[in-house]
Nanobody, 125 residues
């Protein structure tokens, strides 16, 4: 049974940094795709960053240059380092994973069968 458990959310002032973690368990090996999504109040969930089975990384334009996604295969843990945070980054951040993701569909929610419970990130101005 696959489980994803996020941690690391919190409150920070604009310009600050946070690092989110997502511990994965239940996959047969470390070759699976993972991504971070977020959902702000009153808005639809959107993809933030993704990493595929080979380590190819994709970012949403809104976070390029500020966020860094990484994956420690030995620990089966996904990270999201968030720097230069802005109030508009305030959202619940979700970790998602699946064995295969269709090429070009890294931010399509329907591609991911496994989701974490979410962790709140609040950025104040």
């Amino acid at each position: 049974q696959v489980q994803l458990v996020e941690s690391g959310g919190g409150s920070v002032q604009a310009g600050g940094s946070l690092r989110l973690s997502c511990a994965a368990s239940g996959f047969p090996d470390s070759t699976y795709c993972m991504a971070w999504f977020r959902q702000a109040p009153g808005k639809e969930r959107e993809g933030v960053a993704a990493i595929d089975r080979k380590g190819l990384i994709t970012y949403a334009d809104s976070v390029k240059g500020r966020f860094t996604i990484s994956k420690d295969n030995a620990k089966n843990t996904l990270y999201l380092q968030m720097n230069s945070l802005k109030p508009e980054d305030t959202a619940i951040y979700y970790c998602a994973a699946d064995v295969w993701i269709s090429s070009g569909s890294w931010f399509a929610e329907y591609e991911y069968n496994y989701w974490g419970q979410g962790t709140q990130v609040t950025v104040s101005s």
